[in-house]
């Protein structure tokens, strides 16, 4: 079955900075990947996703990069902002199987102001 | 828009007792997730439920865990009895599940309930 890897499991950054978090995954027939983010005491919230048929995707200061042949997937966050600073998770899965979404272990991603 | 509802928000249990944790997904949602989150696994699939129907349940750790959605407002996840290791929070989530390939999968998740068994 998917296994997702997800690093780092920790990052700190001033703010202002490009926080960058990266994901790996096993299965290549997997072509829907989403990003979401847990604050403290919520569930997790989907912020971004990106399917296979595309490389790059950009909300604003998100944008998320996509290389099937590789097989990882990154997050980029720029001008970080305290606001910023939750755990953040990657996913895969096949479209269409929901119940096949694997998540990352998470990054706990921290904004020092 | 409420939101997926949990409750309660947290329990604190003795080992041996059983516990019952609820959800209530979005309106017009048709597919109900429950997920545990602990700090060595991360957010583990326990089952997932289409049309108030278990699809898979080969996440649940062993027979003390079972899951029913008796209607399509309302689905429940028990332990009985309970184990110190499955202290956790327990998440549910719901998705409008719509057929196709262009199925967003988008996970609409509650708080969480978090579940200390001593």
């Known amino acids: 079955g998917e296994n997702v890897e997800q690093h780092p499991s920790t990052l700190s950054v001033q703010e202002g900075d490009s926080a960058v978090i990266k994901c790996t995954y096993s299965d290549s027939a997997s072509n829907y990947f989403p990003w979401y983010k847990q604050e403290l005491g919520k569930g997790p919230q989907l912020i971004i996703d990106i399917r296979s048929n595309v490389g790059e995707k950009k909300d604003q200061r998100i944008a998320v990069t996509l290389n099937k042949t590789a097989k990882h997937f990154s997050l980029h966050i720029t001008e970080t902002q305290p606001e910023d600073s939750a755990v953040y998770f990657c996913a895969a899965s096949k479209e269409g199987s929901q119940g096949n979404l694997i998540f990352g272990k998470g990054t706990k991603l921290s904004v020092k102001p | 828009d409420a939101g997926v509802i949990q409750s309660p928000r947290h329990e604190v249990t003795e080992m041996g007792q059983e516990v019952t944790l609820r959800c209530k997904p979005i309106s017009g949602h048709n597919s109900l997730f429950w997920y545990r989150q602990t700090m060595m696994r991360g957010l583990e699939l326990l089952i997932y439920?289409?049309?108030?129907?278990?699809?898979?349940d080969s996440g649940m750790p062993e027979d003390r865990f079972s899951a029913k959605m008796p209607n399509a407002s309302f689905s429940t996840l028990k332990i009985q009895p309970s184990e110190p290791r499955d202290s956790a929070v327990y998440f549910c989530a719901s998705s409008s599940g719509l057929a196709g390939p262009r199925n967003t999968g988008e996970l609409f998740f509650g708080e969480g309930s978090r579940l200390t068994v001593l």
């Open positions: 439920f289409n049309n108030n129907v278990p699809i898979d």
